[in-house]
């Protein structure tokens, strides 16, 4: 192994560590969701700053390639694509980071109608198993996986979309529980966003793999689903 093959090597470690951390982020949230845990809500928040570091560590990683090895083709598509890739894991980690704040201000805890009816929960689960399966297509440069982990975005678009009417629904018949409302609105519209970027991800791993931008296709797409 060369050392370009092992400086790579390090930023792909960094890279899956930043991911484990994200990870625990998002399924934690969904756990402080339904037990209400308000301690587990605060360790979601407080690794928000872990995650930032490692954004700050990888880029500069990253940037040392650039400055020493002068990357080209697959080696080239890698490094650019782990910057882009980097960035989005950090941006979900901002929303985990959100959601989770949100959740400790939405006590008593969220009434079960409400749970059910804005499909919150769905939308954690798709969320979560997008997450997990773009991550394997990383790890696997599987980009079948990756295709299909962009298709999965459009269910989160869908319940995104009929969530203002559910909830519209939901205040004339709880108009006390407004506030529980507004926060499940608010969950909902960043774990939407979680599964934008989750796609991005997606599409730099077709990128450095395939050598082919989907990038700007798919997003005409989910700009479509939304409408």
Not at 68 to 80: E, G, K, S
Request: with cysteine; hydrophobic share 40%; net charge positive.
């Amino acid at each position: 192994m060369n050392q370009l093959d092992k400086e790579l090597l390090q930023i792909k470690t960094k890279v899956e560590e930043m991911w484990t951390l994200v990870d625990f982020q998002l399924t934690s949230g969904k756990e402080a969701l339904l037990s209400s845990d308000e301690e587990l809500a605060r360790r979601v928040i407080k690794s928000g700053k872990k995650v930032n570091a490692y954004d700050i560590k990888i880029d500069r990683m990253c940037e040392n390639i650039f400055a020493l090895f002068n990357p080209v083709a697959i080696d080239l598509r890698w490094v650019l694509a782990i910057l882009k890739i980097n960035s989005n894991l950090e941006r979900i980690g901002d929303y985990a980071e959100s959601i989770a704040s949100m959740l400790k201000e939405a006590t008593p805890p969220i009434e079960p109608t409400l749970l059910e009816e804005s499909r919150l929960l769905k939308m954690f689960e798709a969320t979560e198993a997008m997450l997990r399966d773009v991550r394997q297509a990383f790890l696997e440069e599987n980009t079948e996986l990756a295709r299909q982990v962009i298709k999965q975005d459009k269910r989160l678009n869908k319940i995104h979309a009929k969530t203002d009417k559910v909830l519209m629904q939901y205040f004339q018949t709880n108009p006390d529980n407004i506030y529980q409302s507004l926060k499940v609105a608010g969950i909902i519209r960043k774990l939407e966003r979680i599964g934008d970027h989750t796609t991005n991800i997606a599409e730099e791993i077709v990128f450095y793999v395939d050598a082919k931008v989907v990038k700007h296709k798919q997003k005409k797409k989910r700009n479509k689903d939304k409408e």
